[in-house]
């Protein structure tokens, strides 16, 4: 298994600031991430895909893969009360999924 | 395009019973993913099928056991149930390619809330 390291939070940030959520790995040979929304009593979402080294945008979100520093973040830009969620940051390829209990993320008016 | 579908939503059971679970991949997709997910905690995960085939498996007993249809979906049968059993049971559908275990882009379906008592 591929094991990643998230801080659980709570990050709590206000509403219109940019929401940073980090993930750190220790597998080099992970070649892609997967960043999931959850809510509270619901399902995974798939939010974010990141397969090379460098930034990757949509919409309001961008994921970050660094593989020198075996670091991967997603930034939320103008953050919503809508976002507030636990987030779950997963290796890809070959290997069982490791899911942690991700980053709690609160955005407060 | 059809999402990912379970049923039941909700299931009660008593403890020793034998309970199963279906699931409905995404139109497209080959590979389906079974994970169960404890109060507070992340989903863990309990074994994928592709091609009607066990692909991969975690660290889940004998009891739990799974098949794959020809139209890709898929039951997930826990037998003998334990009060720790109790969890929301999640499916996922992936496209997996070529027979290996393929663990990335999973689209989840919204659970099976499993109860025992």
């Known amino acids: 298994q591929k094991e990643v390291e998230q801080n659980s939070g709570p990050l709590s940030v206000p509403e219109g600031a940019i929401a940073s959520l980090n993930c750190t790995y220790s597998?080099?040979?992970?070649?892609?991430f997967f960043w999931y929304r959850q809510y509270s009593g619901k399902s995974p979402e798939l939010i974010m895909s990141?397969?090379?080294?460098g930034d990757k945008e949509d919409g309001r979100f961008t994921a970050q893969l660094n593989k020198a520093s075996q670091y991967v973040s997603l930034l939320i830009r103008d953050s919503q009360p809508s976002d507030s969620a636990t987030y779950l940051c997963v290796p890809g390829g070959s290997y069982i999924p490791t899911f942690g209990r991700g980053t709690s993320l609160i955005v407060h008016p | 395009e059809t999402g990912v579908t379970q049923s039941p939503t909700h299931l009660i059971k008593t403890r020793g019973q034998q309970v199963t679970l279906r699931c409905s991949s995404q139109s497209g997709h080959n590979t389906v993913s079974w994970y169960q997910q404890a109060l507070g905690q992340g989903p863990q995960f309990i074994f994928q099928y592709y091609r009607e085939e066990e692909n991969g498996r975690g660290n889940f007993p004998p009891r739990f056991s799974g098949l794959q249809f020809p139209n890709y979906s898929s039951e997930l049968n826990v037998n003998a149930l334990e009060l720790d059993d109790s969890a929301l049971y999640l499916c996922a559908s992936s496209l997996g390619t070529s027979g290996y275990p393929s663990y990335n882009e999973q689209f989840f379906g919204p659970g099976t809330r499993l109860t025992v008592l």
């Open positions: 990141i397969y090379s080294n």
């Open positions: 597998d080099r040979g992970s070649q892609s």
